[in-house]
């Protein structure tokens, strides 16, 4: 009996055991390397591809004697493995899959590995894009608080202070705080210098809460070293107990620690920190192209979808530009609940 396709998780970040053996595996290792080299993907995104792809080949190795070969990769393989995932992975996920693939069909007929793209009639499911959950105003400055409500003001606190000062107030992705080292921070000009998607480099504000922060955290950082050998890590900005640098999933779980801390909130993620600053400065008046532009996202459709008004916010500007609604008070009665 055939197994099932596995999900990305069920591999190891880096190469599978089966890489090599045969002609998809060496196909998925060149591709690889190709990402990283060449287009200058990230570590994680390199990862993420590769998983998604051993999981179609291991899928093929099932089907095929043990042998995913190149020539038995077709629109009838593809569609199978498709059927065969949607028992069990999310359609976020199917989709994902689908265009790892995508990138590698279309890297191996430009080499002349294959005479003809199996993905070209793949249709991919259909979404509904969520916008990421935010967190009102009040609710985001009491997770900003958390960590220095505790008894003692002790390094680990400032440390973790700042983390959520720069996930919130300056919008920065938390692979990029994981990242961030002191060499690209400017106290003088109060700014970061981040490297972002696509290895881009882009200059973002520190605000006036994140730079106190900062100027709390830094003369003290050096007490994070390892207790018993002494050593921390030279370059990074955010350190662990024992001197090195802090991961995501630690990072991530900061994020939850004190959401639930400071707002009741267990399922926070650091992605919601990041869109609760775009909502809150657009709602502050901030032009969305700034707003772009901090994020780091490549296109305005991007920050469109991140960014959103809130109801209040919109009718408390059409109650004061819009003459009509001072004259029959439509608005007011709206979000009185008088009226749809």
Same mark, same amino acid.
């Given at each position: 009996m055939a197994q099932s396709a596995v999900d990305p998780a069920d591999f190891p970040a880096g190469a599978s055991q089966a890489d090599g053996v045969d002609e998809l595996g060496r196909a998925i290792t060149r591709f690889s390397e190709h990402l990283a080299s060449e287009r200058r993907a990230s570590p994680h995104t390199v990862s993420a591809y590769r998983r998604d792809l051993q999981s179609l080949a291991h899928f093929m190795r099932t089907r095929q004697a043990g042998d995913a070969r190149l020539a038995a990769l077709d629109k009838f393989l593809l569609r199978a493995w498709l059927g065969d995932l949607a028992k069990h992975v999310a359609p976020p996920t199917i989709s994902r899959k689908i265009s790892s693939v995508r990138s590698l069909c279309d890297y191996l007929l430009r080499d002349g590995e294959l005479r003809q793209n199996p993905t070209a009639t793949l249709a991919s499911p259909k979404l509904r894009r969520k916008l990421p959950r935010f967190l009102p105003p009040e609710?985001?400055?009491?997770?900003?608080?958390?960590?220095? %409500?505790?008894?003692?003001?002790?390094?680990? $606190?400032l440390r973790d202070a700042l983390a959520l000062e720069l996930l919130y107030g300056s919008g920065l992705r938390v692979s990029e705080l994981a990242s961030l080292d002191l060499g690209q921070i400017s106290l003088s000009q109060a700014e970061l210098r981040v490297l972002g998607k696509g290895r881009k480099e882009r200059m973002v504000p520190v605000g006036s809460k994140a730079l106190s922060a900062l100027e709390a955290y830094l003369p003290r950082r050096a007490e994070l070293r390892h207790p018993a050998s002494g050593f921390f890590d030279a370059h990074a900005l955010l350190l662990?107990?024992?001197?090195?640098?802090?991961?995501?999933?630690?990072? $991530?779980?900061?994020? !939850? &620690?004190?959401?639930?801390?400071?707002?009741? &909130?267990?399922?926070?993620?650091?992605?919601?920190?990041?869109?609760?600053? =775009? %909502?809150h400065m657009l709602e502050g008046g901030a032009d969305l192209?700034?707003? $772009?532009?901090?994020?780091?996202?490549?296109s305005l459709s991007t920050t469109q979808r991140y960014t959103h008004v809130s109801l209040d916010q919109l009718l408390a500007v059409y109650d004061? =530009?819009?003459?009509?609604? $001072? =004259?029959?008070? %439509?608005?007011? !009665? &709206?979000?009185?609940?008088?009226s749809r």
């Open positions: 609710a985001a400055g009491d997770v900003m608080g958390a960590p220095l %409500t505790q008894a003692g003001r002790d390094v680990a $606190q662990g107990q024992l001197g090195r640098r802090l991961s995501v999933r630690w990072l $991530q779980a900061l994020v !939850k &620690r004190y959401g639930a801390l400071g707002a009741g &909130r267990s399922d926070l993620h650091p992605h919601a920190l990041r869109h609760s600053c =775009a %909502t192209r700034a707003i $772009q532009e901090m994020l780091g996202h490549s004061r =530009a819009h003459p009509m609604a $001072q =004259a029959s008070g %439509t608005a007011a !009665k &709206r979000r009185n609940g008088h």
